[in-house]
């Protein structure tokens, strides 16, 4: 058997340097260094995000699957939610939209960006790749239940104007959220695992490699969650530099939102490419589509509880043209997932609705 290698220095030593870096910009070190040290951040983001994805896929490979695949999705949405909650709370009432064009950021990039990258990617190097079917039509549903419920019914509910529901209305559709993404976790972790395991599970040469030990995937989950929060607080430092090229480009500021969610879902878009590339496209879905679920059932959730709390107004309802987009992009991936078999072309597709939502974004 294959022996699992030890940790590689370099994924150490990234997160290392990512909180020095952390420590350099709560000390203002960007102001007296200047453009030297945005490039710096930059690196050292990148190399957290590298370091991140190795030490998930160590620590899925211990716990096996399904449950190596809800690691990654639950550590950076939980991280993620705490940074969407800490800009509510400092910026007030004026970020009443920010939790909406983040999730739809990110469910928009994992369901078309990632899952068509992915898909390309593995149909190109092995023609048609083959998937559990039950799995992924479970994880459709759910999504596309809390999808609807959460961006899209605010817009048409009566209560109170849209695009925002009423505090009773909101708490309710927060326990609605929490509940079908409990009960997807719990459907995929215990009464039916099997719907989430590859169709080819025992031909996979990565599940006759020895896992690693017991101290090596503490090590990796320690050293994960370190990576993943020096990428949000890192992405965070370079928010105000991004604003400003976008405010330079003339682009609208939503492309602030999907930037940023871009580079917070960086080590699950790259865990996802790499499992496709390695012909295991039933944990590349996983990864994707449980992280769009992750992301969405827990952030409406948390930041409707910082709504309720403070009194603040939320606006969840997407307009028109984001609505016939997401309502398109579910429709799109239902289909091309409907028989459990891929080529190029539904890569293509999914990547073809990315290139449109964000060409309509800085085009609207």
């Not at 899952?115 to 998937?131: D, I, K, N, P, V």
């Not at 105000?240 to 405010?247: K, L, S, Y």
Request: proline content about 5%; aromatic content about 4%.
């Amino acid at each position: 058997m294959k022996q699992h290698p030890a940790l590689p220095l370099w994924s150490i030593v990234a997160p290392v340097v990512g909180c020095l870096l952390l420590a350099g910009t709560a000390l203002d070190l960007g102001d007296s260094v200047g453009v030297i040290y945005k490039v710096l951040v930059a690196v050292g983001l990148l190399a957290c995000v590298l370091a991140a994805v190795h030490h998930a896929e160590v620590v899925a490979h211990r716990v096996g699957e399904p449950y190596g695949t809800l690691v990654l999705a639950i550590a950076v949405t939980v991280i993620e939610v705490a940074l969407i909650v800490s800009l509510m709370l400092a910026g007030g009432a004026a970020t009443a939209a920010l939790a909406r064009d983040t999730v739809f950021a990110a469910v928009m990039i994992i369901l078309n960006g990632i899952m068509g990258l992915c898909l390309l990617a593995g149909g190109s190097r092995h023609g048609e790749q083959t998937f559990s079917l039950y799995g992924v039509s479970a994880s459709l549903a759910t999504l596309a239940a809390i999808v609807v419920l959460t961006l899209v019914l605010p817009n048409y509910t009566t209560s109170v104007p849209g695009p925002t529901y009423s505090p009773s209305q909101l708490g309710f559709i927060a326990i609605v959220s929490l509940v079908l993404y409990g009960t997807f976790v719990l459907v995929q972790t215990v009464r039916h695992r099997d719907y989430f395991l590859p169709p080819n599970a025992g031909s996979n040469e990565d599940l006759h490699a020895q896992p690693p030990g017991k101290r090596a995937a503490m090590a990796s989950a320690g050293l994960l969650l370190v990576c993943l929060v020096a990428v949000v607080l890192l992405a965070k430092s370079l928010a105000p530099t991004i604003e400003a090229a976008v405010a330079a480009a003339g682009a609208p500021a939503a492309l602030v939102g999907i930037i940023i969610a871009a580079v917070v879902l960086l080590p699950e878009g790259l865990a996802a490419l790499r499992a496709a590339r390695a012909n295991r496209l039933q944990t590349s879905l996983n990864l994707a589509l449980g992280s769009a679920l992750a992301s969405i059932g827990l952030t409406i959730p948390a930041v409707a509880i910082v709504s309720l709390a403070t009194g603040w107004t939320l606006t969840l309802g997407i307009d028109v043209k984001s609505s016939v987009l997401l309502l398109l992009s579910l429709l799109v991936a239902t289909l091309s997932l409907g028989t459990g078999r891929t080529t190029v072309l539904q890569g293509t597709v999914h990547l073809v609705l990315f290139a449109v939502y964000l060409f309509t974004t800085i085009v609207p």
